[in-house]
């Protein structure tokens, strides 16, 4: 079983940054493909990162360049790291678990969900 908890998200101007994380619990963590997915109001969630566990990232085309995953298996946390901030950006972030990195960018594929955090991009 892992529990996920987002933090970090807020309401900012076009081209600011924000660092999300994710607070994992469980002793396996370590050995989970973590991710990310947002959702913006009206829409279906999306995938956006994915980081392997051996640190191997993966980027949606909408975000290369702009966002960076990162995770930190001492600390049990996983960050997505965004710059360049657009209003298109405005969703809510979900942090994501999966046992291999081929389940991690299907929704209905991954095993553990976090709550979410709100992150509003203005113009």
């Known amino acids: 079983q892992v529990q996920l908890v987002e933090s970090g998200g807020g309401l900012v101007q076009a081209g600011d940054s924000l660092r999300l994380s994710c607070a994992a619990s469980g002793r396996t963590f370590s050995t989970y493909t973590m991710g990310w997915f947002s959702q913006a109001p009206g829409k279906e969630s999306e995938w956006v990162a994915a980081?392997?566990?051996?640190?191997?990232?993966f980027y949606a085309d909408s975000v290369k360049g702009r966002f960076t995953i990162s995770r930190d298996n001492a600390k049990n946390t996983v960050y997505l790291q965004m710059n360049s901030l657009k209003p298109e950006d405005t969703a809510v972030y979900y942090c994501a678990a999966a046992p291999i990195m081929s389940r991690i960018t299907t929704e209905a594929r991954v095993d553990y969900w976090g709550q979410g955090t709100q992150v509003t991009v203005s113009s």
């Open positions: 980081i392997s566990s051996g640190g191997y990232t």
